[in-house]
T-cell receptor
């Protein structure tokens, strides 16, 4: 079974600064996806960024980027120029690809609560 | 732009009562699922479905029942509520197969308290 570990339960950072959220995972699979999801207070969870394991290039989405280290099984999220709207719980997730693409094999970490301080 | 709609948003039950959490999506997604979110435990999969008439168990299925009679709807039933089922429940859906990218679309959540 896959496990996903987020070792930082809570973090806070000043507005406009850069912050990095850590995530490590344990798997023997070679074909998988990794995700970061954002859950703002009292709002729906949304996808922030996605990384395919077969791609060496790190994914980026505007101010959000990842540092994917496949050998080390590490998948950190960097938020640049942080904004008040980035305050949320962030979940790292691992998905093994299977017959039905793999959604049922999605494993979430325990989350990191990020607070952006004005 | 409804996406995934869950009802009710809040519910208080007494031990032993039954109830159904409703979930509907308007994106024609094949895959639908129910998660529970508990402090310090992330999200855990309860049940899922890959199409109408097809359901399967996730990580924590005990005490819950599901059915999928249509593509749009995926209700979650608690047959005899227990305090251990106090949690926040999320419904999520996605595309499957070629061209899918694995992204899950979530509802707003249903906070259930069992006394």
């Amino acid at each position: 079974a896959q496990t996903v570990t987020q070792s930082q339960p809570e973090m806070s950072v000043q507005e406009a600064e850069t912050v990095t959220l850590s995530c490590t995972y344990d798997t023997s699979e070679s074909n998988y996806y990794l995700f970061w999801y954002k859950q703002p207070p009292s709002r729906q969870m949304i996808l922030v960024i996605r990384q395919e394991a077969y791609k060496q290039q790190n994914a980026t989405e505007n101010r959000f980027s990842v540092n994917f280290q496949k050998a080390a099984k590490s998948f950190s999220l960097k938020i640049s120029d942080s904004q008040l709207g980035d305050t949320a719980m962030y979940f790292c997730a691992f998905m093994k690809l299977g017959d039905n693409f793999g959604n049922e094999k999605l494993t979430f970490g325990t989350g990191t609560r990020l607070t952006i301080i004005p | 732009n409804a996406g995934v709609t869950q009802t009710p948003k809040f519910q208080v039950l007494k031990t032993g009562q039954s109830m159904t959490l409703q979930c509907a999506q308007d994106m024609n997604h094949e895959y639908m699922s129910w998660y529970r979110q508990d402090p310090g435990m992330g999200l855990r999969l309860i049940h899922y479905s890959v199409g109408a008439g097809i359901t399967d168990q996730g990580e924590v299925p005990n005490g819950y029942n599901v059915s999928r009679s249509t593509t749009e709807d995926f209700p979650l039933r608690l047959l005899s509520a227990a305090p251990s089922q106090t949690s926040v429940y999320f419904c999520a859906s996605s595309n499957l197969g070629q061209g899918a990218n694995g992204e899950l679309f979530f509802g707003e959540g249903s906070r259930l308290t069992v006394l």
